[in-house]
């Protein structure tokens, strides 16, 4: 019984984090609602006036990115502004012939009487962060706007943002992402769901409330007095937006989010680019964990309240793990629970955990609706992308999970850029992506392996106990099989 009760403590302890993270979500849920009623008062620039009209300066840190530099740059010079107030900065650490070619047509540009630079680094000391920092240092603007390579801005989109910093207190506006490819596959739609409820749930619900909100790396403007303020960008952690982000909020700064604002992007169409996002990320969400939680508990400006949403902010990354030991001990747990019928009570009270799935669902349906509209037609086409991005998202959890433990003890690893391809249409093919990794993630066996595992819990289901089967769990197992096998599968035949 000794291992049973361990597997119980750990399986109770997983399932009570998630539910915490559950209330969290429906509390922003609240905010949500909420802010939807506040009526827009931020004090803004006036652009009918030219001494209004400041300065800014758009980075483009971009890192072997051929097939989307000319699209990229040929958006970015149709930026509705005033050419002498306006200053783009190409921030290229490539190392292939994408270098060139956007040397080329930076300096067409440069005919134009546009003022865009080409800065260049000898290395990538800092990635991203470093790039950023390096180019800091010459940046003409009082505020800097950055677009990641596979961003599409409107032309209007620094009318949009800079007005904003009126507010002398404002530090950063973040908008919210759009998709220029969500129909292209499964795959996408099931990013794009996830991406939908963070830029409209949670970073609303935070930000209506005051709590900590990250600039998401993109498609955001800072204040450079900020940045320098806050100690300037730092390449430390994989998630240098994040960390910079809570380094601001702690000094002060303020961060307007503007949900009305969308900057349409690509999304990551096969599945080892999204791979390398998720790590990215994920990684990066738990070095910032690391690194920022006990400043967070030791500010004494920061409500107890703000304080516990930007916790649980910090840990987003890490429910992957406790979802992945919820699913792994779920098989166990069914035979524990037809083997000892003196522990009835405690699986009728763990039931109650189910409600979980119920909040994520009301919540998920409320930020689905603000983009894509109601209805009954969209609520069952909701209902089935729910079960698609659950089951989905729980097949990355290995994956997710191996990034959060290297992020939590200190494992230092590479910046991997997420891979660009420029497809908007079906008709698109990824196939010939000269920076696509042709080598199998070792995961990958342990991702089959989960799927046959989950198999083997659904066939449980018709065998467990004395009573014909016990089918509480075969849900949730068919929805992992279904995840792990799609992970699996995809991983394998998305090498080509």
Partial sequence: MILESIIIVIYSTALVLIFMYALAQLNLLFNYIRSKKKVEDSPRFDFSKSDEIPHVTIQLPVYNEMYVMERLLNNIAEMDYPKDKLEIQVLDDSTDESFQSTAVQIKKLQATGLDIQHISRENRTGFKAGALKVGLETAKGEYIAIFDADFLPKKCWLKSTIPYFKDPEIGVVQTRWGHLNRDYSILTRVQA???????????????????????????????????????????????????????????????????????????????????????????????????????VLRNKNVSSKTKIHGILHLLNSTMFLNILI??????????????????????????????????????YWFT?????????????????????????????????????????????????????????????????????????????????????????????????????????????????????????????TSRI
């Fill in 326 to 363: 919820v699913a792994i001990l779920s098989i166990p747990m069914l035979y524990i629970k037809n083997e000892y019928a003196h522990l009835k009570t405690y699986f009728i009270v763990m039931s109650f955990f189910v409600i979980s799935t119920l909040i994520f669902f009301v919540c």
């Fill in 368 to 492: 689905y609706k603000s983009i894509y509209g109601g209805g009954i037609s969209r609520f069952f086409e909701y209902v089935g992308m729910f079960f698609v991005f659950f089951s989905i998202a729980m097949g990355f959890s290995v994956h997710n999970s191996i990034a959060v433990l290297e992020g939590h003890i200190g494992k230092k690893s590479e910046f991997v850029r997420t891979p660009k391809f420029n497809i908007n249409s079906l008709k698109g093919s990824w196939k010939g992506n000269k920076y696509l990794k042709k080598k199998l993630s070792p995961n990958i066996v342990i991702e089959g392996i989960l799927m046959l595992y989950f198999g083997f819990g659904m066939y449980s289901a018709f065998v467990v106990g004395d009573q014909g089967g016990d089918f509480g769990l075969f849900p949730f197992h068919l929805m992992l099989f279904i995840g792990f096998g799609f992970v699996f599968f995809k991983s394998l």
């Fill in 193 to 295: 769901f996830a991406l939908d409820a963070h830029f409209t749930l949670e970073q609303v619900g935070r930000n209506s409330q005051g709590h900590f909100i990250n600039f998401n790396g993109t498609a955001g403007v800072w204040r450079r007095d900020c940045i320098i303020d806050a100690g300037n960008w730092e390449g430390d952690t994989l998630t240098e937006d994040l960390d910079l982000s809570y380094r601001a909020q702690l000094k002060n700064w303020k961060f307007k989010y503007l949900e009305e604002v969308e900057t349409p992007a690509e999304l990551p169409v096969v599945i080892s680019a999204a791979r390398s996002q998720q790590f990215r990320w994920n990684k990066g969400g738990a070095e910032n964990f690391q690194k920022m939680l006990w400043k």
